[in-house]
């Protein structure tokens, strides 16, 4: 033993005290109750997520309080279903954000339910944006959704809806900034007159990436033919422009949403104006549910919380989803029991998947599959 620990004291350690709690026991005990003081700070300070949860779905061809959800004037040219068919818009709650943050309790429970999902909030909301400017992102998403929406279902139901196409910005770096404008009104591709924004980018498609072409405009009321190259992004043809699509609708179609935004109920509210615009009823009484991005053209894209939208679905009854394609991956495995669920690429194809629904045939439709 050295010499240092030869001249160190020994000392026992004190006998538990008759009287009262041991000193490691009190210790022990303020520990805990510290811990769980802390824990539930913790619990409920705000967390760096957001959290999806099922809404509620909505009949489109049925009322929000007194007003019927689309309406179409003049009405005589609207055949509202009377056997009590639904096609029902899906909805996604989100909690978190900008004005509406979420605790770390929230996050726990979102974690371990079968029917929420918790992700970043940064994935959901812009870093730094406010509630008012998330808020005026969703109802602009909303508001272009129905004019897409309105354009689509009139077009299946045979009406003619011409379109004004203008260039909302150019990409700098492209070679088209060096001639076409903000506001040009694009009105043909090498002389070939532009019916549509689906027309118009298959015809850019068709070109190679630093073909020359000509674009049409329409600037400041005079017609002007330009000369350009086009570009390439994400292995396609491009112009290198931004658009804005504005329709002349042969009809009046309004829409009674509220507290509700973003684009995914297009492909719903398309297939509504259908069924209103054509006699009989799609449906045949069936209640069948949907979401799905939509465009004037008619094509069916991808949207966010899928999952939590088949959970909506079924707790609303219905008993058949029409899902996006570009979405069947996060489809599978999230099924709820007793619902069928079909996937869609187009207006076209759901409108027809409908009506198999109705005779009974839904058994045959395309179903979702793992890529």
Not at 130 to 146: I, N, R
Request: hydrophobic share 40%.
């Amino acid at each position: 033993m050295s010499q240092l620990e030869s001249q160190a004291p020994y000392v026992d350690a004190p006998p538990p005290s008759s009287s009262g709690l041991s000193s490691r026991t009190l210790t022990m005990a303020v520990t805990g109750i510290l811990a769980i003081v802390l824990g539930g700070v913790i619990s409920l300070l705000p967390a760096p997520y957001a959290i999806y949860a099922p809404g509620p779905a909505t009949n489109v061809l049925g009322k929000v309080g007194p007003l019927e959800l689309i309406t179409i004037n003049p009405p005589t040219k609207s055949f509202r279903p009377v056997d009590g068919s639904t096609l029902d818009m899906t909805t996604v709650s989100v909690f978190g954000g900008p004005g509406n943050k979420v605790s770390m309790l929230d996050v726990l429970r979102g974690w371990i339910s079968p029917t929420r999902a918790v992700v970043p909030v940064e994935q959901v909301f812009p870093p730094g944006q406010t509630q008012g400017e998330a808020q005026a992102e969703t109802q602009a998403e909303m508001s272009d959704s129905q004019q897409q929406a309105t354009a689509a279902g009139l077009r299946l139901a045979g009406y003619t809806v011409p379109e004004k196409i203008t260039i909302a910005d150019v990409s700098k770096g492209m070679p088209a900034a060096k001639v076409l404008k903000a506001d040009d009104v694009i009105t043909a591709i090498d002389g070939t007159k532009v019916v549509d924004s689906a027309h118009l980018r298959a015809t850019v498609q068709k070109l190679k990436p630093g073909a020359d072409v000509r674009v049409t405009v329409r600037r400041n009321g005079t017609s002007t033919e330009l000369k350009t190259t086009t570009g390439s992004s994400d292995g396609r043809t491009v112009l290198g422009v931004d658009l804005k699509t504005t329709y002349d609708f042969p009809v009046d179609v309004e829409f009674a949403t509220k507290d509700v935004g973003g684009p995914s109920a297009g492909m719903m509210f398309a297939l509504g104006i259908y069924d209103l615009l054509t006699e009989g009823d799609l449906g045949a009484g069936a209640q069948i549910a949907g979401t799905g991005t939509i465009d004037g053209a008619g094509n069916v894209g991808p949207i966010g919380g899928i999952a939590q939208k088949l959970v909506g679905a079924r707790r609303a009854g219905a008993k058949w989803f029409i899902a996006p394609q570009s979405n069947c991956n996060e489809v599978v495995g999230h099924i709820p029991a007793g619902l069928h669920v079909v996937s869609s690429s187009n207006l076209t194809q759901t409108r027809d998947d409908v009506e198999k629904i109705a005779t009974g045939d839904g058994a045959s439709l395309p179903v979702c599959k793992a890529s």
